[in-house]
């Protein structure tokens, strides 16, 4: 009979340049490791907490963020410390699990990003160089789990030496460099350089080190074993071409991995301090058996903080997305703000954004030109400040051009706030428009990108506002309850633990009896 205590247990890497946090039981400065420039930082902090909580052996690589992290000295020496005391009485439980990448160029910055291309750039380059050169060799994982175009020199490197590789495509913002401005990082890339992706077809290693630029975002896909998306319906329209603004590169190697059956759709979820009856960031906790009363008591208390007029029965619509017109389509609302906000008048609609991005200023300056103070708030994005947002408003709203994903369409059910999305990508996948006849749908969606589609969904949720009060909260108890068993971490882990396990064709974790 096999020994099932020599039974190696499979180790899982993760690669991410952010995170939202790591689980105390990683280590004892797990609690300070906090970087978060997007959505990625949070499906990264849920992704590893629910893997360690079903025992998967899971490590974290990330860059050193000391001045954000807040980590001194002594907290480094006492993690050493507890590491080598606990290596005294189990060798896996002394075995360090975060894994942080050391150089300057972390260690001073407030930011995750820039908005220099270079130095996002150099900052990508100077972490993979130590996963490379330092933590893939020292903790020899079985699958290495990388994320977007800041690891995408990593897949290629796993694929060399043996090692399985799962490539995330949470967005397709990719860059671009030379084998030269690499290997002047320190990565050796004629190790791998056949794995690498370059703008055009390289004829040899020597010919194409300083005049052929590797693309990372597709070296990441080209290189990986198995890549995934961060919704299905977005894989597949970037699989069918559906978008023209993305690079023919990146477009046509995502469809050989899915022609190959190497590409899955995996849906994000929200972080778990998305809950309105335990968040400690809005002024009144609440669940859907109380959501009616509870629900009126912060918007009152948002309106008062954002300067709105204040009125529990005024239908509030929130903006909590970046203001990204590319994307996000900022530009659609503000060609109809003025005229709705006229329309509705006499009802009071109100419209908060707490939001910050390129189209800000367009906002508040048609806030402003227009006199609708008290029924248009724009303030910069806050933390406390969104969580807020979420607890008071009706409706929520995510007129995206395109989504690989999207978390706010999901947190609103969650906080009785119905979205009104544009049907793409990750909001294809979450939201499906109302139907109080069939008891069904948790939102409004709206399938022509311009302004009037999106008049058009506002009005069917005003609409829906007008109802009796017991036909309205029926349908909102019903989508936040729905929302709640849907959208969750568990759901999300399930799905990467199945495609691990897919990958590396054997459990990630051994549910064998060990007792001799």
């Known amino acids: 009979m096999t020994d099932c205590k020599n039974k190696k247990k499979l180790k899982v890497l993760i690669v991410t340049p952010e995170i939202t946090y790591l689980p105390a039981g990683m280590g004892n400065i797990a609690n300070k490791l906090s970087a978060k420039a997007g959505g990625m930082a949070d499906v990264s902090a849920s992704l590893v907490a629910a893997l360690f909580r079903r025992g998967v052996d899971v490590h974290v690589a990330l860059p050193h963020y000391r001045r954000m992290f807040h980590v001194e000295v002594a907290d480094l020496l006492d993690a050493k410390l507890e590491q080598y005391n606990s290596s005294l009485h189990s060798e896996e439980n002394g075995e360090q699990r975060i894994h942080l990448a050391e150089d300057r160029t972390f260690y001073y910055r407030d930011h995750v990003y820039s908005n220099y291309s270079d130095d996002a750039l150099n900052m990508s380059l100077v972490f993979q160089r130590e996963v490379i050169n330092n933590i893939i060799p020292s ?5 290495i789990h990388c994320n977007d175009w800041m690891t995408g020199l990593i897949p290629g490197f796993a694929r060399r030496v043996g090692i399985k590789s799962l490539f995330t495509v949470h967005n397709i913002h990719t860059q671009e460099t030379t084998l030269e401005t690499i290997e002047n990082h320190g990565i050796d890339t004629a190790l791998f350089w056949q794995n690498l992706y370059f703008t055009r077809m390289p004829y040899s290693y020597e010919e194409s080190r300083r005049n052929n630029r590797v ?3 597709t ?7 198995f890549i995934n998306t961060v919704s299905p319906t977005f894989l597949h329209e970037v699989v069918d071409y559906r978008h023209s603004f993305i690079l023919p590169q990146i477009q046509n190697e995502m469809a050989n991995k899915f022609r190959a059956g190497c590409a899955k759709g995996i849906l994000n979820a929200p972080d778990p301090d998305y809950m309105p009856s335990t968040d400690n960031l809005i002024a009144f906790t609440y669940d859907s058996s109380n959501q009616y009363e509870l ?18 029965d005024a239908p509030l619509f929130f903006w909590p997305s970046r203001l990204d017109p590319i994307q996000k389509g900022p530009q659609l609302l503000a060609e109809i703000m003025r005229d709705l906000i006229g329309a509705y008048w006499s009802r009071q609609l109100q419209i908060a954004i707490v939001a910050n991005g390129p189209f800000f200023e367009n906002f508040a300056q048609i806030v402003n030109n227009y006199n609708l103070g008290g029924r248009v708030s724009v303030v910069h994005f806050d933390e406390k400040l969104s969580h807020q947002g979420y607890a008071a408003s009706d409706f929520i709203l995510m007129p995206s051009l395109f989504e690989p994903c999207g978390l706010p369409q999901m947190i609103g059910p969650i906080y009785g706030s119905l979205p009104i999305v544009f049907d793409t990508g990750g909001l294809h996948d979450t939201i499906t428009h109302l ?12 399938e022509n990108h ?14 829906f506002n007008s109802l009796i009060l017991t036909e309205r909260n029926k349908q909102i108890v019903r989508i936040m309850n729905d929302a709640v068993s849907t959208f969750n971490n568990d759901n999300t882990a399930d799905q990467y633990m199945k495609l ?8 990630l974790v051994d549910n064998t009896d060990l007792k001799d």
Request: no cysteine; hydrophobic share 40%.
């Open 435 to 446: 139907d109080i006849g069939r008891n069904r749908g948790n939102g409004f969606v709206f």
């Open 139 to 143: 903790i020899q994982p079985d699958l």
């Open 450 to 463: 311009d302004a009037t589609g999106l008049r058009w969904a506002i009005d069917q949720a005003m609409i």
């Open 215 to 217: 693309d990372l975002l």
């Open 295 to 312: 629900k009126r008591k912060n918007k009152v208390e948002f309106q008062k903080r954002v300067g709105l007029l204040q009125n529990p």
């Open 500 to 507: 691990y396990e897919q990958m590396l064709k054997r459990p």
């Open 219 to 225: 070296s990441g896909i080209f290189g990986a074993h």
